[in-house]
């Protein structure tokens, strides 16, 4: 298999065509670690949103061994649903020069190289939770949109129970033109389904496992907003904060893109 830096040389002499390339490098964008393993190392500059290690179920050998690949292919990895004792064994395992960000509330954490800057965008997300439960879903959303260089306007624990709560946050998220909005809620949902009728901007709902009774563990949070009467609202998986920061992110940032 050819380097990058040998299939662009190739390339430039007429020894590869431009489709031959654009297969090979696509090619080039897994990388394996050991047999364990397959890296897309490449995926940020093919879709915009860069590779997430689940750190759940995983274990902490494995997980550092694939961080540190992806440190040195990327210059910075993301992993997510990190436990204290996994977020411990990653700080010691770092090399010189790397820095560690622990998101608590979501249990992600950032390994970067000192000298990585995020390009900010001039995307911007509004990111709402019905109630403090639901925060550690909404700050997975935060921490990926933040890392792919948007702005989010963040309020929490605005629920329909007491819908009052909800109008400020609203007025100032419309305010400051928000390209998209991530709602996060969990027993009945109703707080996307609201929002989604009050604003010109596309609504990711995202359902949590903070439910009891019938329907428990999100189920009857996910039904009801896949049953929403209001347009414009599009729906994630169950605790999925992870999956509606990145739509959001994609959506944001292709307005600024035309934006600016």
């Known amino acids: 298999m050819y380097t990058t830096k040998e299939i662009l040389e190739k390339t430039a002499r007429g020894e590869l065509t431009v489709d031959e ?3 090979l490098l696509r090619m080039l964008s897994i990388v394996e670690v050991e047999v364990m393993a397959k890296i897309d190392a490449h995926r ?9 290690v689940l750190a759940e179920n995983k274990a902490t050998e494995d997980i550092i061994e694939i961080t540190l690949r992806m440190l040195n292919e990327n210059g910075r990895v993301m992993v997510s649903r990190c436990t204290t004792k996994q ?3 990653l700080n010691q395992a770092l090399p010189e020069g790397a820095t560690i960000q622990v998101n608590d509330k979501a249990k992600m954490v950032i390994v970067k190289q000192k000298d990585f800057i995020i390009k900010q965008t001039g995307g911007k997300i509004g990111l709402l939770t019905a109630g403090t439960s639901d925060i550690p879903v909404a700050e997975e959303a ?8 948007c702005q989010v306007y963040a309020s929490y624990d605005v629920g329909v129970a007491g819908i ?8 100032d998220m419309i305010m400051n033109d928000v390209d998209v909005i991530i709602a996060v809620a ?14 010109n901007v596309p609504v990711i709902a995202v359902p949590t496992s903070n439910s009891y009774g ?3 563990k999100g189920v009857s949070t996910l039904m009801a907003m896949l049953q929403s009467c209001s347009l414009g609202l599009a729906v994630v998986n169950i605790d999925a904060g992870v999956s509606a920061g990145a739509v959001a992110t994609l959506i944001a940032n292709r307005a600024a893109k035309f934006r600016s």
């Open 214 to 216: 019938f329907g428990e």
């Open 186 to 199: 969990g027993r009945e949902g109703a707080l996307s389904s609201v929002v989604a009728g009050m604003v």
């Open 142 to 149: 935060k921490v990926i949109a933040q890392e792919m260089g």
């Open 44 to 52: 940020e500059r093919r879709n915009g949103i860069p590779e997430v």
């Open 87 to 89: 977020i411990e064994a």
């Open 164 to 171: 009052h709560r909800l109008l400020e946050p609203l007025k």
């Open 21 to 23: 390339a654009e297969k």
